[in-house]
């Protein structure tokens, strides 16, 4: 007896000028769950309000051009696909999100999200999975906002001029077993984040743990010219580990700490962070090196800080004892490239004086900045000789490009 499946294959429903679907709507209207709504070349409008869909669909452009999609909120309640498309939503809403999001998995990638100063990118209500990657979101209140319950990725993404955050994330744990993984890599954040009242972070991550363990992971990522902080990551129960990261230029008020980035723990929890092998540059905040121009670990937090280097601003400040090993540090006060060993903490306890690590082009401008190490350098294969690179050598001090 042979059985015939009762699941028919996914259609795909053209939409275009000459195509069986003049405008999107349309095409959405008549999907079924699993359908690809591929657009063709142009600007479509959605006409306003959320654009629900109703059933688990890939929302696809294709041609030569962007497809722009103006006045648009999407809004899913199922497994969601999102590719090749510009979201650009009502200017006349001030609050609105592009996409919005309360389903089961989320993929989204090659999506320019075009906003107006008080909208919203895409917020994530609740996923079990989030792929997001190769997008770019400029110019608004808030980048990407999400919570979610099973692994996410986000990844080689461009976060431009967000006045609030441009990414506030949430993971929480699998409540039935398995642990929340968060890949935060390849990322490029620049000019985001309060500085008025609320003093938000350009990134924020955190964990809300429903008892299980939460993985974050943080690499390859350029955090530059954060208006409060560079990035703020809350751990309860976790693993933390930041490596290959350029922190420049980050600057936040007088009673913000840690203006590169900031770790902080519940005072009852037994989270970990590794820190190794970053680049922090010119960040800058409070008015005392105690304030932790560049890093600063709270309490409740277990933490491995090795292989950095710390340039144009004070190292760190902390609530608890580090793991503090080779590291290459310059006073927050000397404007000239000396960089010398400071005061330790924590096991070992030993600073690399590596002098001026010969970066090939140092600047604020981290965009056009190259933090790479020239020939000669003392950082390179500097680092502890327990660690060693892919080529099988010592540990460089400092980031290491992709």
Same mark, same amino acid.
């Given at each position: 007896?042979?059985?015939?499946?009762?699941?028919?294959?996914?259609?795909?429903?053209?939409?275009?000028?000459?195509?069986?679907?003049?405008?999107?709507? =349309?095409?959405?209207?008549?999907?079924?769950?699993? &359908?690809?709504?591929?657009?063709?070349?142009?600007?479509?409008?959605?006409? !306003?309000?959320?654009?629900?869909?109703?059933?688990?669909?890939?929302?696809?452009?294709?041609?030569?051009?962007?497809?722009?999609?103006?006045?648009?909120?999407?809004?899913?309640?199922?497994?969601?696909?999102?590719?090749?498309?510009?979201?650009?939503?009502?200017?006349?809403?001030?609050?609105?999100?592009?996409?919005?999001?309360?389903?089961?998995?989320?993929?989204?990638?090659?999506?320019?999200?075009?906003?107006?100063?008080?909208?919203?990118?895409?917020?994530?209500?609740?996923?079990?999975?989030?792929?997001?990657?190769?997008?770019?979101?400029?110019?608004?209140?808030?980048?990407?906002?999400?919570?979610?319950?099973? @692994?996410?990725?986000?990844?080689?993404?461009?976060?431009?001029?967000?006045?609030?955050?441009?990414?506030?994330?949430?993971?929480?744990?699998?409540?039935?077993?398995?642990?929340?993984?968060?890949?935060?890599?390849?990322?490029?954040? $620049?000019?985001?984040?309060?500085?008025?009242?609320?003093?938000?972070?350009?990134?924020?991550?955190?964990?809300?743990?429903?008892?299980?363990?939460? $993985?974050?992971?943080?690499?390859?990522?350029?955090?530059?010219?954060?208006?409060?902080?560079? +990035?703020?990551?809350?751990?309860?129960?976790?693993?933390?580990?930041?490596?290959?990261?350029?922190?420049?230029?980050?600057?936040?008020?007088? @009673?913000? &700490?840690? !203006?590169?980035?900031?770790?902080?723990? =519940?005072?009852?929890?037994?989270?970990?962070?590794?820190?190794?092998?970053?680049?922090?540059?010119?960040?800058?905040?409070?008015?005392?090196?105690?304030?932790?121009?560049?890093?600063?670990?709270?309490?409740?937090?277990?933490? &491995?800080?090795?292989?950095?280097?710390?340039?144009?601003?004070? +190292?760190?400040?902390?609530?608890?004892?580090?793991?503090? &090993?080779?590291?290459? $540090?310059?006073?927050?006060?000397?404007?000239?490239?000396?960089?010398?060993?400071?005061?330790?903490?924590?096991? !070992?306890?030993?600073?690399?004086?590596?002098?001026?690590?010969?970066?090939?082009?140092?600047?604020? @401008?981290?965009?056009?900045? @190259?933090?790479?190490?020239?020939?000669?350098?003392?950082?390179?294969?500097?680092?502890?000789?327990?660690?060693? =690179?892919?080529?099988?050598?010592?540990? =460089?001090?400092?980031?290491?490009?992709?």
């Amino acid at each position: 007896m042979v059985l015939l499946s009762a699941v028919a294959a996914a259609a795909t429903l053209h939409v275009g000028v000459g195509q069986p679907y003049a405008t999107v709507q =349309d095409a959405i209207g008549a999907a079924v769950d699993g &359908d690809i709504i591929a657009i063709d070349d142009g600007v479509y409008d959605l006409a !306003g309000g959320d654009t629900v869909l109703p059933v688990s669909l890939t929302l696809r452009g294709q041609g030569a051009s962007r497809v722009r999609l103006e006045n648009a909120s999407l809004f899913s309640y199922d497994d969601l696909v999102v590719t090749g498309v510009t979201l650009a939503p009502d200017v006349t809403v001030r609050s609105g999100a592009a996409l919005q999001f309360s389903g089961g998995g989320l993929e989204v990638r090659d999506v320019v999200f075009d906003l107006s100063p008080t909208q919203l990118g895409m917020v994530v209500h609740h996923a079990v999975t989030l792929h997001v990657e190769g997008c770019s979101f400029r110019n608004g209140s808030l980048g990407l906002a999400g919570v979610v319950d099973g @692994d996410a990725t986000v990844m080689h993404n461009r976060f431009d001029g967000f006045h609030r955050q441009a990414v506030w994330f949430a993971g929480r744990g699998l409540a039935g077993g398995g642990a929340t993984s968060v890949v935060f890599e390849g990322n490029t954040i $620049t000019h985001s984040g309060a500085r008025a009242v609320v003093h938000e972070a350009a990134v924020e991550l955190n964990e809300q743990t429903s008892g299980e363990p939460f $993985t974050l992971t943080m690499r390859h990522n350029r955090f530059c010219g954060g208006m409060a902080r560079g +990035a703020k990551v809350g751990m309860d129960v976790g693993a933390l580990v930041v490596e290959d990261n350029l922190f420049v230029g980050n600057r936040g008020n007088v @009673d913000v &700490d840690g !203006g590169g980035l900031v770790v902080v723990g =519940d005072t009852a929890g037994s989270a970990t962070a590794q820190v190794h092998n970053n680049t922090f540059w010119g960040n800058q905040s409070g008015v005392w090196e105690a304030e932790g121009h560049s890093l600063f670990v709270g309490e409740g937090v277990v933490a &491995d800080v090795q292989n950095n280097v710390f340039g144009l601003g004070s +190292a760190h400040a902390t609530e608890v004892p580090l793991v503090w &090993d080779y590291n290459a $540090t310059q006073p927050y006060w000397e404007t000239d490239t000396t960089y010398t060993a400071t005061a330790a903490q924590g096991p !070992g306890g030993f600073d690399v004086p590596v002098g001026d690590p010969l970066f090939v082009s140092p600047s604020l @401008d981290c965009l056009r900045a @190259d933090f790479s190490l020239a020939a000669g350098s003392a950082a390179i294969d500097g680092g502890n000789s327990t660690m060693l =690179d892919a080529d099988g050598s010592v540990r =460089d001090v400092g980031a290491r490009p992709r």
